[in-house]
């Protein structure tokens, strides 16, 4: 519970001050503890918590009362506990009173809250009678302020504007249909009568004596009622026997409700020394009637509108004014006109501004602990202040950034925005959260999210792309409020635990989130190191960049580097020569890649199923020699990176029982000169691909073979068809040739899948060519269009990212189709069954599934070899190859000596497009299989991308329906 002090010297009163506390219990989310110094607590009546103390004598002066005042103040929090702030009344020298106090707790954390002043009245009034002034009102640290003359008197004093706070007073507004009673007749306005009502306590400061010779003066005949009591009722009775009165004043004394006995009164009459708010008009104004007063109340007043002004002690002014308004010079306001005037002052009004203010200084000055956190939190909602409740959540997040309750609480505001993919997002989080932090959620509570997260998770209409966007967001923003830690473990949740549905899950692959998870592991590996988050203003030298600064706001920008670092760290881990142009080296040096960034890159690029400790120290061994080759590694680089190595030796010490596959670095040379064919398919477009390729010729650099551009028209797909139909019927394919012919739109990625090819073993007088297709508009209109371009008798289809890492892979494939004769389309990943969904891949078929791939997922590459128990053999090569039953083959890699037309006329996409080239093959009697030789062939660079997910949920159902138009039996 946030816990509010609000102490005073005294009270007891029935007025003023007292009747604004009675008021304040209906603020709900704060708990108050009155503390008077002096006896009177009647008054506070419906608060659990009021105390007081026999300590301040009015009668004294109370500068020599301070002391002791202020030791009993700070005995009572050492005894019941510190307040979140204080809030001193009446006078100004009670700040003080505070400030002493904390001053004999200064050794305690009790001493750790703030103080606000409150003064009803004007400073300087308060001075002269020796109650402090402005200097001991600001030992306050903050101010609530109950007129706008006080705020003028504190800002001439040098008061920052965010310390003051305009609270007014509350007032209790009539009900309507006693307003329409006291103020109308059948609609129209009632007619008032030449009376005045005073109410307030008789004091000579309210100097009832003026307001008497005002009416004594007037020439006009007025009458009064007086409610109200005091000292001052003695010379009150005196005054007006004087004046000869008797008849024009009615004296009704106290009453706890004065405005039951509003009649037909034109106005209430104030004629105070001084007044801070004068409550009493404002709430004469709400029951209808102009105010008439001494200017000390310029809040709410508007000569001529809803009140008018006299002069302080003129009662010669006070009674012109009344001559005025019973000759109708001044005419009577409407009494709707005087109640729209207060509005703002109305009780729930100020309630809520009193309850705003005090939590918003809570919220600006408190150090807060969770808890207190959550009480504000909530407070803020309740009071519909959703700025300072997002605020107030900030600061929870960097301070308790594991606490399930500011996700949920994100969640609610979304819900109430109707926002329900971001309401899905921070309900996962929780739902991740409980498994990081499980002590924090009871069970109760963790049922209860887990049905709200299934109750949208359900919703219909969620759209996948803004769900992924806007847990991005989310991770940008933690970020930029330094939760790296945070951060990294919801990400790491978010892509592998059970806790949420797989189907959710798949969501948040996504490259951006793989790619932010590896900058933050970087990232806080850099600040371990260093001790701190090292700025790019600060950097001194490369190895202390920190790799979140640098690119948090640049994903994309780290997915280039990692991609092509890891493009020469495979080529080292598989045998591949580096070329003249580029190496390891300078690539590590031109894009800043610090020790943490090439280790991480390092373990996410070796197969899980392998021992990555040859590669950290082949690294190593790397940078040295490069080193001595005059690269421009330091021996700080070198010696962050060896240390490094040395830990990972130790882990995989303690680690010995698990058998890992060693890695074998085997150096490959350049083996082949293949001739190039780029067919572009659109030649109205500029492609980077065959601009640089010109580039090339004219330089005269090429040394590979032959390189030919093709620019091809494309043709409908019947036309397509009918022109390969035709170059089967006669054309004469070279038995001694193989075509690797892949689709690409990345010049980077095509050039890396060449240096593979240009190491691959071909069979005897085999010869081979390249052809790469570019601006296709789908996989089988590309594929369609490198047929007619080539007249190889055997085929092989791979995407522009496979790596052909196997040397003897096209000499094997060829052995394998000349060895079974029965057989045209060989793969090295798929199954032997598809579902009636359209689908070869769920777990509950794995055992018709075959895998032969190093599959790398952008942020961790697995070695995947599996032969289902239900695969069917059917053939071998040798005693090395086996062939097996397939009917759906993956894409990454289709070898075939037979051309059918590949479907562009429906499969104009990249989905499917190789499934339903498997089926054309079946249904004209050809079989497809997979083929293993024993050996890991392809390392395929796998796409991830949520959209395309759901994308390819689109084309299976294109898939269904083209199977079953066919054949439908093709299924299962």
Known sequence: MLIVDILSPCGGGKSGI??????????????????????????????????????????????????????????????HGKPMLCVTLNYPI??????????????????????????????????????????????????????????????????????????????VFPKEDYFEKINYVNGDVRKKSNKLIYVGRVSAEKRLDIILEAMYRAKSDWSIKIIGDGDYK?????????????????????????????????????????????????????????????????????????????????????????????????????????RESVAQYEEKNYIKAVEISLLYIIKESVKKNSEEYFELVSSFIDCNRIHEVEEVLKEAFIEYPLDYRWYYIKGLLAENGENFEEQLVWLIFVKLLKEINKEHITKEISESLDEEYYNIRNKKGLVVKKILNTAKQIFIEMINLKSYDVVFKLITELTSSSNIDSECRKIFIDREILMLKNILEIGLMQIKRTKKVV????????????????????IKGFYEVFKEVRFYLERMLYGIPETSEESLAETILKYDVTPEMLLLFIREMVPLLYDDVPMYEKVAEYLKTSKKQGKNFSEYYIEIYHTFVHSV???????????????????????????????????????????????????????????TIVNYELKEWNETQRLINKKNEGVEYDEKKIAIIFCTNDNRMRLECEAYIKTLDIPKDFSLEVIEVINAKSMASGYNAAILNTNAKYKLYIHHDVWLIEENILIDAVEAL????????????????????????????????????????????????HIGNNLRIIGKANDNIILYSAKAIDGVFLFT??????????????????????IEYIYRGY??????????????????????????????????????????????
């Open 897 to 918: 000596n037979k051309d059918v037309p590949w479907r562009e006329d429906i499969f104009d996409h990249w989905h499917y497009y190789d499934i339903s080239e498997c």
């Open 649 to 707: 030796k130790k882990l995989y010490e303690c680690n010995h029982d698990e058998e890992k596959k060693k890695i074998i670095f085997k150096e490959k040379k350049e083996k082949n000169f293949f001739k190039k064919i780029i067919v572009n398919l659109d030649k109205t477009k500029s492609c980077e691909i065959i601009d640089y390729e010109r580039k090339i010729e004219k330089n005269d650099i090429l040394k590979q073979g032959e390189s």
């Open 535 to 554: 700025y790019p203003n600060d950097i001194k030298k490369l190895e202390d960049y920190n790799c979140i600064d640098k690119y948090k706001d640049n």
């Open 818 to 865: 000349q060895q079974n004769q029965d057989v045209n389309l060989l793969g090295v990943a798929g199954s032997a069954k598809i579902n009636k969904n359209g689908c070869w891949f769920e777990k509950k078929d794995i055992d018709y599934g075959f895998v032969k791939v190093v599959q790398n997922h952008e942020a961790q590459t697995v070695e995947s070899s």
């Open 234 to 338: 003695k010379e009150l009775f005196e005054i007006i026997s004087y004046l000869q009165m008797d008849d024009k004043v009615k004296y009704l004394g106290w009453k706890d409700n004065p405005w039951d006995y509003l009649e037909d009164e034109v106005a209430l009459v104030a004629a105070s020394d001084y007044e801070g708010f004068l409550l009493v008009g404002a709430e004469a104004l709400a029951y209808g009637r102009m105010v008439l007063s001494t200017p000390t109340v310029i809040d709410y007043i508007q000569e001529g509108v809803n009140g008018y002004f006299f002069n302080n002690e003129d009662g010669v002014q006070l009674a012109e004014i009344l001559d005025k308004i019973a000759n109708g010079e001044i005419s009577i306001p409407d009494p709707r006109l005087c």
């Open 94 to 171: 009670m700040s003080k009173v505070v400030k002493l106090s904390q001053q004999y707790l200064i050794n305690n954390s009790e001493a750790e809250f703030k103080i606000v002043s409150w003064v009803h009245n004007d400073v300087n009034m308060y001075n002269s009678v020796g109650l402090g002034g402005i200097k001991e009102l600001k030992e306050a640290d903050y101010h609530l302020c109950i007129n706008k003359a006080i705020i003028k008197q504190l800002k001439q004093d040098g008061v920052n504007d965010d310390k003051i706070y305009y609270i007014a007073n509350p007032i």
């Open 18 to 79: 007292e009747k604004v506390l009675s008021s304040w219990k209906k603020i709900t989310h704060i708990k108050f503890r009155f503390i008077h110094l002096g006896l009177g607590i009647e008054y506070l009546e419906g608060y659990d918590e009021a105390y007081e103390y026999k300590v301040y004598d009015s009668s004294k002066n109370i500068s020599e009362q301070l002391e002791k005042m202020a030791m009993t103040y700070a005995n009572f929090i050492k005894v």
């Open 927 to 972: 079989k497809c299989a997979f083929w293993d030789n024993g050996k890991v062939n392809i390392h395929h660079y796998v796409t991830v991308d949520t959209e395309a997910d759901v994308v390819y949920r689109l084309w299976r159902e294109v898939f269904l329906k083209y199977v079953k138009e066919i054949d439908e039996n093709l299924l299962g």
